[in-house]
């Protein structure tokens, strides 16, 4: 596993929106690049660098399918809250070259939601899997909506979110947990950890704990992140603020193994 420990959120985002650019350029054109993605607080920076490298001509998603973590059951994609909308709006809604068939986000408002993330599967597998698949983690360690003590081995399903997931999500609904959705749809540790990359962005102090946990604790279905440390090509881009958890031999050693800038 490699932990890539910047000085701050900013320059954190830069460096995963540059690996994965640079990971589309080298990509060759006989098939899409399947590019897995996050909602959240902390892609917000990397996609508003990808949005400017595309613009600028720096990298293209003319090739580029992307895959979504999850979605919020019950909430329709018009939904200020939505994770459709928000996609929309950070990232795919600026994009000078992102085809809309490319786009591939689970349908919150489905009749059968067992059948919706079985299709979901189905067709990650019919591109032979996702290349890359950016994530973000609570402070809890949960990835995706795969909360605490969900299998390592899960695929995409139905999640009931706990209490604190829903406290911390409030926020966005006007402070009231309670109107916060019970349920939503979510790949599983499984689908992420069968992808070729997996890139985790984990930044501020209130993440520490999960840091280290991802890092240095034993595999655990506690914290649903440590399934990262037998992935053979994960990566966890930080910042700073994320390492205040980690030993000081830990934290030397990541800065040590990566002291030659490399991509």
């Known amino acids: 596993m490699r932990v890539v420990i910047q000085e701050n959120y900013e320059k954190m985002c830069k460096w995963a929106a540059d690996y994965i650019a640079a990971k589309i350029n080298a990509h060759p054109g006989d098939r899409p690049f399947v590019l897995g993605l996050p909602t959240g607080s902390s892609p917000i920076g990397v996609y508003k660098e ?30 200020d809250q939505s994770y459709w909308y928000f996609m929309h709006d950070n990232l795919f809604d600026h994009l000078v070259d992102m085809k809309p068939e490319n786009i591939n986000i689970l349908n919150g408002m489905t009749d059968d939601p067992e059948a919706e993330c079985a299709a979901y599967e189905a067709k990650i597998a019919s591109y032979g899997g996702i290349d890359l698949f950016m994530g973000g983690i609570g402070v809890d360690g949960h990835l995706a909506f795969n909360e605490p003590f969900t299998s390592l081995s899960s695929r995409t399903g139905v999640r009931a979110l706990t209490t604190d997931t829903r406290i911390v999500n409030s926020r966005f609904f006007g402070n009231d947990p309670e109107k916060v959705p019970a349920y939503a749809l979510s790949v599983g540790i499984g689908t992420v950890t069968d992808s070729r990359e997996v890139l985790v962005l984990i930044n501020g102090h209130n993440k520490a704990r999960a840091l280290a946990a991802t890092v240095q604790g034993g595999v655990s279905q506690q914290w649903t992140c440590s399934a990262l440390q037998l992935h053979p090509a994960a990566i966890i881009a930080c910042d700073e603020a994320a390492c205040g958890e980690l030993t000081v031999d830990a934290y030397r050693y990541f800065l040590d193994i990566e002291k030659e800038e490399r991509l």
């Open 50 to 79: 990808l949005v400017r490298m595309n613009k600028a001509g720096e990298v293209s998603f003319a090739n580029v399918v992307t895959f979504n973590m999850d979605e919020y059951l019950g909430l329709p994609r018009e939904h």
